[in-house]
């Protein structure tokens, strides 16, 4: 059964990079039929698309934070990282990572909370 | 890009029916027949319950159903049961390559 599990600081200074990682067990980062996402969802907010990767490396990003945002995968440790730039307090979110079949996030983790405080 | 609209809260007694609306534009929802929706219990992690507009993975209820008609989606409970208090999200692939969620629907079962 494919269970991710996110992992990383639980808090950040302002100005910073948050840096995150998903671990993908019972199945494979490598695999061709899918991408890998990050989902993130501020405290009383809604969920918002980050991006997701390919295992080849092929990235897709939100417009609206593509600036800040950087999708890595490895494969050797069948995982993949998010890296956000410069946060702000409106970083604080909970960070969910998730695997994307066709047009759909079907299997997610459980989530991982970051703060953004000095 | 902006957030699809969803009503904040929609509510039902056991046995009702329920349905959340789900409007965005012609360049997400009414242009892709790629409309999920996801229930979200908090402290949990998100579920899918129906994708590419009406399709229900395995696992998902056959009480939820979906469709979409223009720019709308919409996501049916019927036989509204108690574990199905949640927040519902929908979301759609978009012209930029990308996805964009709603805002979200509290369902309370009264």
């Known amino acids: 059964q494919l269970q991710l599990q996110e992992s990383g600081p639980g808090l950040v200074k302002p100005s910073e990079t948050l840096s995150l990682s998903c671990t993908v067990s019972?199945?494979?980062?490598?695999?061709?039929?899918?991408?890998w996402g990050w989902i993130r969802q501020a405290p009383g907010m809604h969920l918002e698309w980050i991006g997701s990767i390919y295992h080849s490396g092929s990235t897709y990003y939100n417009p609206s934070l593509k600036s800040r945002v950087s999708i890595a995968v490895d494969t050797s440790k069948n995982q993949f990282s998010l890296k956000v730039s410069s946060v702000t307090a409106a970083d604080t979110s909970i960070y969910y990572c998730?695997?994307?079949?066709?047009?759909?996030?079907?299997?997610w983790g459980q989530g991982t909370t970051v703060t953004v405080s000095s | 890009q902006s957030a699809l609209t969803q009503p904040a809260s929609v509510s039902g007694s056991p046995g009702q029916s329920v349905t959340i609306s789900c409007t965005g534009t012609?360049?997400?929802?009414?242009?892709?027949?790629?409309v999920s929706w996801y229930q979200h219990h908090p402290g949990k992690a998100p579920k899918l319950v129906i994708y590419d507009v009406s399709y229900r993975p395995s696992g998902s209820s056959s009480r939820f159903s979906g469709s979409k008609s223009g720019n709308t989606a919409s996501l049916t409970i019927s036989g509204l049961q108690a574990e199905d208090e949640a927040d519902y999200y929908c979301c759609s692939y978009t012209s930029t390559i990308s996805f964009v969620f709603g805002t979200g629907t509290k369902v309370t079962v009264l």
């Open positions: 019972g199945g494979s980062v490598s695999s061709t039929s899918y991408y």
């Open positions: 012609s360049s997400d929802v009414g242009g892709y027949h790629y």
């Open positions: 998730a695997r994307e079949n066709g047009h759909r996030m079907d299997v």
